[in-house]
């Protein structure tokens, strides 16, 4: 037989799997760039790595070769279940730890272009930011037996569009997969401290960790997560949360209190175009150095694919709002108040809108029951605006008060109802004024709504009295703005053939 026969029938394909999977799992799910950790005595030594490198090194510590034999010997099954089995076990063995704090200000970080390329002592007399990158490294390889670690501060060469780019559309995936996500609350002592923590409103100062935008998805993501309050001491310690505060009930439901996020979320969070204003609530109050960051930093969050572009301001939200849109076919998207995005009157301008009276209006629509279908859900964009089909009723102005120079209290009648909103905008004259109800009752092309389901949620709509009588209902018609979300209860059924809107 010769040589190159007897290759070919000593060829593996069990082995030459678990090799595909191993260099897959490095160049598509791991960071671009880690932090090596080694020691020499109590010295902490990091030095800035690319994929290559930690290849290399889970090469030379035969981790490939340990699946295989391990797969060799107990595997029993084929096909995707096998392979997915394998990428499980990589992931396991390929750790590193993740970093999810507040920025310092001043600059006071350590950036990329100061990492080493070589094994060096982080250099703490820099200041505080160097210190913390000491203690994060020193907790991941103590603490967690990490060989690597990653921080967005000193990982991500900023100056690479590129890489940018690359980074943000998968940090979500990053923090999914590392092994634990060290949390610093660098403003909370201890568990006590932080079960005295409010919302912003009362009482001592919010965790400011709870209040930007990016650290959401740091909570969510991590299967494993550890929260240090200053000093790097644990919030809680102890056996059964040494290394994981995910199940600690006690940590969690304050948490929960403080961001609007259910315990069920906390506990495991799956990623999804789905309950869109609930995801909205829990982002509504928190803020961004960059405004464009509030619409990235929910990227994974809804596992949605967007273009990064610095420099677009508020766009970014209307572009992530498309991209909901396009996916999300509930009425209840449109459960938000005050300003509109400048691109579309008919979307937020931020997710703060979503604050305002959506949480009750929230929960009363999912206590109605299943049985009836509500509302549109086939709205779309159009070159002509959002096309949607409300049931759509004319009111008349029977009070104004409360007149500011960009607001005023509107009261609305209707043969089975009234109806106060607050009116933001110019004050309008010659105006015809409508509710369009979004969450009806369908019923084949007619829209429903009565007194038992309510109340109902609608958007206040006005044309002008002098338009054209030939002018369709679907261009006449524009949708204004109000402080809280319009809600209309009825005394009586109300019956009627829908409108098709562009908006």
Known sequence: MSAS??????????????????????????????????????????????????????????VPDNIYADFTEKMDVDGEEREDRIRERVKKELKYAILSHRWLPDNQEPPYSQMAKKPVEVPVGRGPGWKKLQHFCRTAKDVHNCDFAWSDTCCIDKSNNLEVDESIRSMYRWYRNAHVCIALLSETANLAALRLQEKGESGEKAVDAFERGWTLQELLAPSQIKFYGANWKPLIQGSTNDRNNRDSKVIMEKISSLTDVHMDDLESFTPGIDRVPEKMLWVSRRRTTRIEDIAYSLIGIFDISLMIA???????????????????????????????????????DAPRSYAAGCIQTLRNSIDRAASYEFGDRHFAFTNHGLAIWVLLLDVDVEDSSEELPSSRCLSFKHEYFTVKARHIGPKSHDTKWAIGVLDYVVDGEKGSIDRFRGPFTAFLLASNKHASIHLPATAKWKKEMTKEVVKIHSSDRIQKSLTLLYL
């Open 5 to 62: 026969a007897a290759a070919t029938d000593s060829h593996d394909p069990l082995k030459d799997l678990v090799e595909e999977v191993f260099h897959e799992y490095i160049t598509n799910e791991m960071p671009i760039r880690l932090l090596h950790i080694t020691k020499d005595g109590e010295k902490i030594r990091v030095q800035l790595v690319d994929r290559d490198f930690v290849r290399a090194h889970f090469k030379e510590k035969r």
């Open 310 to 348: 610095y420099g677009e301001g508020n766009r970014a939200f209307f572009r992530l709002m498309e991209e909901i849109i396009k996916r999300y076919d509930k009425w209840n998207v449109f459960l938000w108040s005050g300003r509109c995005s400048r691109y579309n009157a008919a979307l937020p």
